[in-house]
């Protein structure tokens, strides 16, 4: 088990540090795109319509205002306002300090000068008298950010110059050789595991801005965000799957191809491993063509749709462009279409699918036990103070933007009015009133940024039976407050020791979470000692939500903000809610009542 919780910690930590490097880069893509255009468009002498006058807008937009821009969003990630104006003044040093455009070294300066103001906002902004904040607040940034710039002219600049110089005489040596196809067999097993956008922003954006700003032009931003070897497997399915994911694989062909949310070809591929096959060859056959036939972007493609790329391809690079995208789809339609064929059992999807259905409708049965019906009914109420829905993903865009769509069109049939949105997993705000909805793979990172909310997750943002489940609850909520209410005495209110049947009780359980690891620990100790003293055997562990067993034999104490979660995920555990972990009169009660 810790070898598991050690694998799922790594996995976390890798997605964090990609998702850090692209958050920098996602918001900025617009602007990104725009230099590709202009550049494009009118550089003289090279573009569609050179134009002297419009050029002088290429260089600078290169030099200050893209490095600038990820500078500040990367300190605005650490420290919000004052990180982001920190970042933006440690940018310019590093910019100032070199003759190349200095994306990778704005994406180091910019979370670094906002964690140095962050710490030494720590340190000092409890201890300034009241009317000196303002005198405090902005000549400590002013300082530090002006120590931050020096710093980075000197130093990081010739550092991140040398080491710039030296990756891009590599990744060009790399491709003379003809060897940048293999970069394929890291590249689409990752985006399979969601890290699509920390490979593709973090990584082969910045390099492909600096390989574009040399030569005019860089294969680095076709190979991630290629999306001919999803097509090929979508369209394996299409013609050879079974099912429901046959069925809906032309839907899924089209919005990956024209709308380029990759993402939504991963659950195939996930649901048929053996598929990663197929994309990884898929993938290096187009990144061989764009090399062959001399294809290559003037800017970033996003997101990944084949309108993009052709919108900005280089001038002299729309055959090989086309060719490979193309290419990459047949490669990975035809060894897909071979494992697809090869494969003769039932289909994984069409079953796992239908189980979770007919998990989600087991509230809804009318057969059920009076205990379950009313672990039902504590579920449905577990909504009454939603007043927001949340769709999170690593980017904020593409794939939750059409899962938000999806609910905010159930939700409007159904006469629900509450607002949907979507964001970035990073950007997520703790705040109550809140029901975030994200995929799996993300789920402990969203439990982490929003320990008090509702958290739903998700197989795919494109089709779970979780959104039906979801408008049921809401549904059956509005009906439960139109009903009159029963009066306290008459039943007891859940979560109370009434509720409890303490001769079932084996274990008890707190719930714990990466920011409050240490109440949770400090409560099970401080239990653990108390039910010794009473000469009692009963262990007492702090788990996450995701290790607790759906038995009555584990009871469960937690605060009102935890019971919402756990209603929606469990429905045969014992709860005590309690108002404070550490000191409620109910632990004691809880321990003269264990057998």
């Known amino acids: 088990m810790a070898q598991v ?34 550049a494009a468009l009118f550089m003289y002498p090279h573009g569609w319509f050179p134009n002297k006058d419009i050029n002088n807008l290429v260089s600078p937009m290169l030099r200050y205002l893209l490095p600038l821009l990820i500078g500040y969003t990367g300190g605005k990630m650490v420290d919000e306002e004052r990180g982001a104006v920190a970042g933006a003044i440690g940018t310019i040093g590093v910019i100032v300090g070199t003759t ?11 979370p670094l000068s906002a964690w140095l103001i962050k710490k030494l906002d720590d340190v000092f902004q409890d201890k300034i008298r009241s009317g000196f904040e303002m005198i405090y607040n902005n000549f400590s940034l002013g300082i530090l950010g002006m120590i931050a710039a020096i710093f980075a002219y000197f130093i990081i600049g010739p550092v991140m110059a040398w080491g710039s110089y030296w990756a891009g005489v590599g990744v060009n040596a790399i491709i003379s050789a003809h060897m940048l196809p293999f970069a394929n067999i890291i590249i689409e097993p990752a985006k399979v595991l ?13 390099l492909g801005i600096q390989q574009a700003a040399d030569t005019g032009k860089s294969v680095l931003f076709l190979m991630e965000s290629n999306p001919g070897p999803g097509l090929g497997v979508l369209l394996a399915f299409m013609f050879f799957g079974k099912g429901r994911s046959k069925s809906s694989a032309p839907g899924a062909a089209i919005i990956e191809f024209f709308g380029g949310v990759h993402e939504i070809y991963f659950p195939y591929v996930l649901m048929k491993p053996s598929l990663i096959l197929a994309t990884i060859a898929g993938g290096m056959t187009g990144t061989f063509l764009f090399t062959t036939f001399n294809g290559g972007l003037k800017a970033a493609a996003s997101p990944g749709s084949i309108l993009a790329i052709l919108l900005v391809s280089a001038k002299d690079s729309y055959f090989g462009n086309i060719i490979g995208v193309l290419g990459a789809a047949i490669v990975s339609f035809v060894i897909a279409a071979i494992i697809l064929k090869a494969d003769k059992s039932e289909d994984s999807g069409d079953l796992s699918e239908k189980q979770a259905q007919m998990q989600a409708m087991k509230a809804e049965s009318k057969g059920q036990e009076t205990e379950n019906i009313e672990n039902a009914q504590d579920t449905i109420k577990s909504y009454s103070d939603i007043n927001k829905v949340i769709f999170a993903c690593d980017a904020g865009m593409g794939s939750s933007a059409m899962g938000a769509s999806l609910l905010r069109d159930k939700f409007k049939k159904a006469g629900i009015d509450i607002p949907v949105t979507n964001i970035a997993v990073r950007n997520l705000k703790d705040e109550n009133g809140l029901l975030v909805v994200t995929q799996e793979e993300l789920a402990d990172r969203a439990l982490q940024k929003t320990p008090h909310a509702m ?8 089709s779970s039976p979780k959104y039906d489940t979801i408008v049921a609850n809401f549904k059956a909520m509005s009906q439960i407050e139109d009903k009159p209410s029963e009066k306290p005495e008459d039943k007891p209110k859940k979560g109370s020791l009434e509720n409890i049947d303490f001769s079932k009780v084996k274990e008890i359980i707190f719930i714990r979470h990466d920011q409050h690891v240490g109440s949770a620990t400090m409560a099970t100790s401080l239990l653990k000692d108390e039910i010794k003293k009473a000469g009692k055997n009963i262990p007492v562990k702090a788990l996450r939500i995701n290790e607790i067993k759906d038995e009555p034999s584990e009871l469960l104490i937690v605060t009102p903000a935890a019971k919402k979660n756990l209603a929606v995920r469990y429905s045969n555990i014992q709860i005590v809610v309690v108002d404070d972990l550490l000191k409620d009169k109910k632990l004691s009660e809880i321990v003269n009542k264990l057998n």
Request: proline share 5%.
């Open 5 to 38: 919780k050690k694998k799922s910690s790594f996995k976390v930590k890798i997605q964090k540090f990609g998702t850090t490097l692209s958050g920098m880069i996602m918001p900025n893509i617009a602007a990104i795109i725009a230099w590709g255009l202009t």
């Open 100 to 110: 190349q455009p200095m994306f990778l070294g704005a994406m180091i300066m910019g």
């Open 194 to 206: 969601f890290l699509n956008n920390a490979i593709g922003n973090g990584i082969l954006v910045p």
């Open 455 to 462: 958290h739903i997750a998700v197989g795919n943002f494109l």
